[in-house]
């Protein structure tokens, strides 16, 4: 089977219950982004790109779904997602566990707010 070269047919890829999951952690970044974001594959997995640089990746694995990179936040943000830390700049979701799409989202507008200010901080 050919990689995928657009994020509909990466998720169309796996099996129904991690293709809705993936599905539905697209839609959470989408919209929690703000802006009309453009989607890729990057790596080899689904990418969202935020202001021509990429923001968020997110990928289907054997036994879990991974989100990266997600940076250290500001508490409590931090407190909450720290259980699903996998490494540095990495959260992995196991499928055997309800996602928790709305911590999705607040990380995702987090990771906005820190491109905003820095970009702010760079004019």
């Known amino acids: 089977m050919a990689p995928a070269t657009t994020v509909d047919e990466y998720i169309a ?35 969202v790109m935020l202001g021509g640089r990429y923001a968020l990746h997110y990928a289907g694995w054997k036994k879990h779904i991974g989100l ?3 940076p250290r936040l500001a508490e409590p943000l931090e407190s909450q997602i720290a259980p699903y ?11 055997s566990t309800p996602i928790p799409y709305d911590l999705i ?13 820095a970009q702010a901080g760079s004019d």
């Open 68 to 70: 990266y990179p997600v």
């Open 13 to 47: 890829g796996f099996p129904p219950e991690v293709a809705e999951r993936l599905q539905r952690i697209r839609e959470v970044i989408i919209a929690n982004v703000g802006a009309p974001p453009e989607e890729k594959i990057r790596y080899g997995i689904a990418a």
């Open 105 to 117: 989202g607040e990380v995702t507008r987090a990771i906005v707010a820190r491109r905003a200010a």
């Open 85 to 95: 830390r996998a490494e540095k700049d990495s959260v992995t979701f196991p499928h």
